[in-house]
């Protein structure tokens, strides 16, 4: 079955630099997300697309800004980057927001991990 | 506010043996689910099991169960017959009617030869 792609795998830029990472997620999933997950620390909530427009927004710097297209694709993009930007960053994606006893799980991809040097 | 509290960091279990990792959580949304995911050193985070708050009986999957107690608000999971390909960070998630998922902070399980 086809599963939620991210890329790059690996991420590797310098202070202040930029970066943009992609997700694709699963086929007819209509909701996506992003996470930050720092060394030993839970996956923390950037930001959530439903059907191509922003559902709710977390712990997303000014700096980071995401959006999703109308191939569902969504793409995160961290600007001016910090040396605590480094982490991995998780895409997910799931179906039917806010259906009354919804157990569509979240779907994850493999996660980009972004290091800033 | 929702809340998942997972208190155990760290946990060590026998191969072959059963080992309960504790969960707890907080909504006042009457509709919720509840999940755990299983994140090894190589990464990933892989989706185990699914209790929904309306469910009558704890879920199962294989050598996973959720031992579902709702008065207490508490999503054990239970790994039966460990393996060595358990170890790894497990994680506790709930989403509720918001669409929001909410995560513990992990508990990492190492089995032991």
């Known amino acids: 079955a086809a599963g939620v792609i991210q890329s790059p795998r690996h991420l590797i830029k310098e202070k202040r630099e930029t970066a943009t990472l992609k997700c694709y997620p699963i086929p007819r999933h209509d909701t996506v997300y992003w996470y930050q997950q720092g060394p030993g620390q839970d996956p923390q909530f950037l930001i959530s697309?439903?059907?191509?427009?922003?559902?709710d927004k977390g712990s997303i710097p000014d700096r980071f800004s995401a959006q999703q297209f109308s191939d569902y694709h969504s793409e995160l993009n961290m600007s001016s980057l910090e040396l605590g930007d480094s982490a991995l960053y998780f895409c997910a994606s799931s179906l039917g927001q806010g259906r009354v006893g919804n157990n569509s799980p979240l779907h994850f991809g493999n996660g980009t991990r972004l290091t800033v040097t | 506010a929702q809340k998942i509290t997972q208190t155990q960091p760290g946990m060590f279990v026998q191969e072959k043996e059963a080992v309960t990792l504790d969960c707890t959580y907080d909504?006042?949304?009457?509709?919720?689910?509840l999940f755990w995911y299983k994140q090894p050193s190589s990464g990933e985070m892989i989706f185990l099991i699914y209790?929904?708050?309306?469910?009558?009986q704890n879920a199962t999957e294989g050598r996973y169960s959720l031992n579902f107690q709702k008065a207490r608000k508490s999503a054990n999971l239970v790994i039966s017959a460990s393996q060595l390909g358990d170890s790894a960070m497990y994680f506790c998630?709930?989403?509720?009617?918001?669409?929001?998922?909410?995560f513990g902070t992990g508990t990492s399980l190492t089995v032991i030869p």
């Open positions: 909504t006042s949304d009457p509709s919720y689910g």
């Open positions: 209790q929904g708050s309306y469910d009558q």
């Open positions: 998630a709930m989403r509720t009617t918001g669409n929001q998922f909410y």
């Open positions: 697309f439903y059907e191509k427009m922003q559902s």
